[in-house]
């Protein structure tokens, strides 16, 4: 059924695969060639936590990088969260870093939840 909805130069390509998984694949090869990976991780790294009204709009936008990043590099689901925790912290706004330092908050888990309740003690 998905053959019959894709261009000729995609079937071609993807002719030769039965399962649907491996037509997947290899159109999301095709979106996400090797350079695209530079690009994206480009994203990841210019993700500032400042940019972000909720610290939780800043870990969905972490996140879908990552999603993106995995679909290109089939990462681990602790590969994924390691990167995620490591982009989270690193990326927070220098003031902030401070502040949880002065905390001793030292896990992304830990920062986030503080976060979140300093949020909702203004907005609430």
Same mark, same amino acid.
């Given at each position: 059924?998905?053959?019959? !909805? $894709? =261009?000729?130069?995609?079937?071609? @390509?993807? %002719?030769?695969?039965?399962? +649907?998984?491996? &037509?997947?694949?290899?159109?999301?090869?095709?979106?996400?060639?090797?350079?695209?990976?530079?690009?994206?991780?480009?994203?990841?790294?210019?993700?500032?936590?400042?940019?972000?009204? !909720? $610290? =939780?709009?800043?870990?969905?936008? @972490?996140? %879908?990088?990552?999603?993106? +990043?995995?679909? &290109?590099?089939?990462?681990?689901?602790?590969?994924?969260?390691?990167?995620?925790?490591?982009?989270?912290?690193?990326?927070l706004d220098p003031r902030l870093q401070l502040e949880t330092s002065? !905390?001793?908050?030292?896990?992304?888990?830990?920062?986030?939840?503080?976060?979140?309740?300093?949020?909702?003690?203004?907005?609430?």
């Open positions: 059924m998905i053959k019959t !909805l $894709i =261009t000729k130069n995609v079937l071609e @390509i993807t %002719k030769s695969h039965k399962k +649907i998984e491996q &037509i997947l694949d290899d159109l999301v090869k095709m979106k996400y060639d090797d350079s695209y990976i530079h690009v994206i991780n480009s994203q990841l790294q210019n993700i500032k936590q400042r940019n972000f009204y !909720l $610290i =939780t709009h800043y870990q969905f936008a @972490i996140k %879908k990088i990552l999603h993106e +990043i995995n679909l &290109i590099k089939k990462l681990t689901s602790n590969e994924i969260k390691d990167q995620s925790d490591q982009i989270f912290i690193q990326n002065r !905390l001793q908050l030292h896990t992304a888990n830990e920062t986030s939840t503080f976060i979140i309740q300093q949020e909702n003690l203004i907005l609430y």
